[in-house]
């Protein structure tokens, strides 16, 4: 396969801690086995060698929080065949959309010795709530097999195998014991997307929903029987405001239970 039939590939960063470029660049052995049929043209994280778009694919890490990133995220939407979200701060604003709703300027006259030199937004939002996305890989980090399957599916013309379904999945598949059934512990698998490996619950740990709710997640009657295990109103609001704040069906639960 010649260089122009190669896929072009960019990697880009917004407000994120590059846990998920690290991913990426954890694929170098795959990514070689790929090497005839991808250019990486664009990821400063791993050359400075960076050549303009357009670009046949697009990665994302990161999430809208500045002015700035919301011209820039733009800009890479108009240059990029297909667009790819990584990661929970890119899907769902990130750790740092507990911000999203507070005075936020009152934070940075907390932590900043200049808050005048600061110019952010009052959010911290995903990507997909400024421009198109063309499909979404889940995790805080992403699962780095996951991504190459989807740049394999990508290559090869075909839909993704990514799995929709919940971390129950994954934890019952090699017989880890049920964190919620046998030590009675607030547990988020049931409703959080498949991915990760149930690595949490592998050792005897309640899953913290790093990959984000799971397509159509009964969050409430999750959160009812946690009530029923005598966990409080502030453990499940707590729960719910981590990794994927403002995904809107872990952000329901939260705002159902207050502060």
């Known amino acids: 396969m010649s260089d122009r039939q190669k896929l072009k590939l960019a990697v880009w960063k917004f407000a994120s801690c590059?846990?998920?470029?690290?991913?990426?660049?954890?694929?170098?052995?795959e990514l070689l086995s790929l090497a005839d049929e991808v250019d990486i043209a664009y990821f400063a994280e791993?050359?400075?060698?960076?050549?303009?778009?357009?670009?046949?694919?697009s990665l994302v890490e990161g999430s809208i929080t500045t002015p700035d990133d919301a011209e820039r995220i733009q800009a890479v939407r108009a240059q990029s065949t297909l667009l790819v979200t990584l990661g929970a701060?890119?899907?769902?604003?990130?750790?740092?959309?507990?911000?999203?709703?507070?005075?936020?300027?009152?934070?940075?006259?907390?932590?900043?010795?200049?808050?005048?030199?600061?110019?952010?937004?009052?959010?911290?939002?995903?990507?997909?709530?400024?421009?198109s996305v063309d499909y979404e890989l889940r995790g805080c980090p992403i699962n780095k097999q996951q991504l190459l399957e989807l740049i394999s599916a990508l290559l090869a013309g075909r839909r993704p195998g990514i799995a929709t379904h919940?971390?129950?999945?994954?934890?019952?598949?090699?017989?880890n014991v049920c964190i919620m059934t046998a030590?009675?512990?607030?547990?988020?698998?049931?409703?959080?997307?498949?991915?990760?490996?149930?690595?949490c619950p592998a050792y005897a740990r309640a899953c913290y929903g790093c990959f984000g709710p799971m397509e159509q997640p009964n969050v409430k009657a999750l959160a009812?029987?946690?009530?029923?295990?005598?966990?409080?109103?502030?453990?499940i609001h707590d729960a719910f405001r981590s990794f994927n704040a403002d995904a809107p069906e872990f952000k329901s639960v939260a705002d159902d239970y207050g502060e």
Not at 18 to 29: A, K, M, T, Y
Not at 46 to 57: A, E, F, K, Q
Not at 224 to 235: C, D, H, P, R, V
Request: with cysteine.
């Open 89 to 131: 701060c890119a899907t769902a604003g990130g750790i740092q959309a507990l911000r999203n709703g507070r005075d936020v300027k009152e934070f940075a006259s907390i932590v900043y010795a200049r808050p005048d030199y600061i110019d952010t937004l009052e959010t911290s939002t995903a990507i997909a709530d400024h421009v």
């Open 166 to 175: 919940s971390v129950c999945v994954e934890c019952k598949a090699p017989g």
């Open 46 to 57: 791993l050359s400075r060698d960076m050549r303009p778009g357009p670009y046949d694919l």
């Open 18 to 29: 590059d846990g998920c470029q690290l991913s990426v660049l954890n694929c170098e052995d």
């Open 183 to 199: 030590k009675g512990e607030p547990c988020l698998g049931p409703v959080t997307q498949a991915g990760c490996g149930a690595i």
């Open 224 to 235: 009812s029987e946690w009530e029923a295990l005598g966990a409080s109103a502030k453990t």
